[in-house]
């Protein structure tokens, strides 16, 4: 990982102990090159995949409002704008843009045969 200065170019040949906040993908990529975790502090770290429809389950409600206005739009139907957009602020409010692309009921599996 290279060290970051604010103001300066990254330094990747700085071979010294750093102190990083990293997710996931990143602490396992460390691993895998062999570098060394001393230790991890407070935070999450995930060793399975959780499908997005279980991880906001919760936000299904205005996401089918957005989703109902969108296609009722689309359609030339009446569609309430307003509603649209306090829906999408809403999900975008919580979620940032995780939520984008969610979906809940089509899937695939797809198997090495």
């Known amino acids: 990982m290279p060290r970051r200065t604010e103001g300066s170019p ?3 040949t700085y071979k010294e102990q750093l102190t ?3 997710n996931t993908v990143d602490i396992a ?8 975790v001393e230790s991890i502090g407070e935070g999450y770290f995930f060793t399975e995949k959780v499908p997005g429809a279980v991880l906001f389950e919760s936000q ?3 996401k089918d409002i957005k989703d109902a206005q ?3 739009k689309a359609r030339g139907a009446p569609h309430n704008p307003a509603l649209r957009e306090m ?7 919580l979620s940032g843009k995780v939520i984008e692309n969610l979906h809940l009921r089509q899937y ?6």
Not at 29 to 36: F, I, K, R, V, Y
Not at 108 to 113: E, K, L
């Open 20 to 22: 990083l906040f990293l």
């Open 70 to 72: 969108d296609d009722a």
């Open 10 to 12: 990254l330094d990747w």
């Open 108 to 113: 695939t599996v797809v198997r090495n045969t």
């Open 87 to 93: 829906a999408k602020l809403f999900l975008n409010s």
């Open 60 to 62: 299904t409600y205005w």
């Open 29 to 36: 990529a460390l691993l895998e090159n062999g570098c060394a």
